[in-house]
């Protein structure tokens, strides 16, 4: 079926450091990707999405690139602030194997990010 | 404002009683989905609807049941054969076909003792 790994963390950098978060995903046919967000006691906030090969998802300074022949969606930015800090799931949607329908989400089993001034 | 609406964000009970989530959308989507996430096991989908009266188990619907008797609502019920309640559950939604993002609710923090 379809599966998505990310890096582990938690990942621990200064402000205006430069992020990576990898991911990378297994999946039949051509999923979507994305990137979603979770602050501390809250739901999950979708960052950016790509629906198809060489697709660049952008938002808030976070990048992304739906790479099909390595099959990753490696997150980016910049330089990081304080209120990045949080967890950050990689998620892909696309058909399943046992029949179900494209809805579906897959996570990532989340990175958590933590930003010190 | 559109969104999602769960309650309540804090949810206690004892071991053995049932309990129901509640979990609203204005946002006019056809699909909506209970998710559980566990410390550092992600997400996992418990049910899910694409229309109203119909619904669909997920990775772990054990111990779990839901209605959709309105489009705007998927209530949740914890019952007490689900072995390890205590968790978050997050409610989403989607606007459904060929639209594959989903907009998550709040969360509520479900603690059984």
């Known amino acids: 079926g379809n599966s998505v790994t990310q890096m582990e963390g938690p990942v621990t950098l200064s402000e205006e450091a430069f992020l990576t978060i990898n991911c990378t995903y297994t999946?039949?046919?051509?999923?979507?990707l994305f990137w979603y967000v979770q602050y501390p006691g809250e739901g999950l906030q979708l960052l950016l999405k790509?629906?198809?090969?060489?697709d660049k998802g952008s938002n808030k300074g976070f990048e992304a690139t739906y790479r099909k022949e390595t099959t990753s969606f490696h997150l980016e930015k910049g330089s990081v602030q304080v209120s990045d800090s949080a967890v950050y799931f990689c998620?892909?949607?696309?058909?399943?194997?046992?029949?179900?329908?494209?809805?579906?989400?897959?996570f990532g089993k989340g990175t958590l990010l933590t930003v010190n001034p | 404002d559109g969104g999602i609406t769960q309650s309540p964000k804090y949810l206690f009970r004892k071991e053995g009683q049932n309990v129901t989530l509640s979990c609203e959308q204005n946002?006019?989507?056809?699909?909506m989905y209970w998710y559980r996430q566990d410390p550092g096991q992600g997400l996992r989908l418990i049910y899910y609807?694409?229309?109203?009266?119909?619904?669909q188990k997920g990775d772990i619907a054990e111990g779990y049941s839901v209605s959709r008797e309105k489009k705007e609502s998927f209530p949740l019920t914890v019952t007490s054969a689900q072995k390890n309640p205590t968790a978050f559950y997050l409610c989403?939604?989607?606007?459904?076909?060929?639209?594959?993002?989903?907009?998550f609710g709040p969360g509520t923090r479900l603690t059984v003792t």
């Open positions: 989403a939604s989607s606007r459904g076909e060929r639209t594959y993002e989903q907009y």
């Open positions: 946002l006019n989507h056809d699909a």
């Open positions: 790509a629906t198809k090969a060489d």
């Open positions: 998620a892909l949607s696309g058909w399943q194997i046992s029949g179900g329908s494209n809805y579906k989400l897959t």
């Open positions: 609807s694409q229309i109203v009266n119909d619904f």
């Open positions: 999946a039949t046919g051509y999923p979507s």
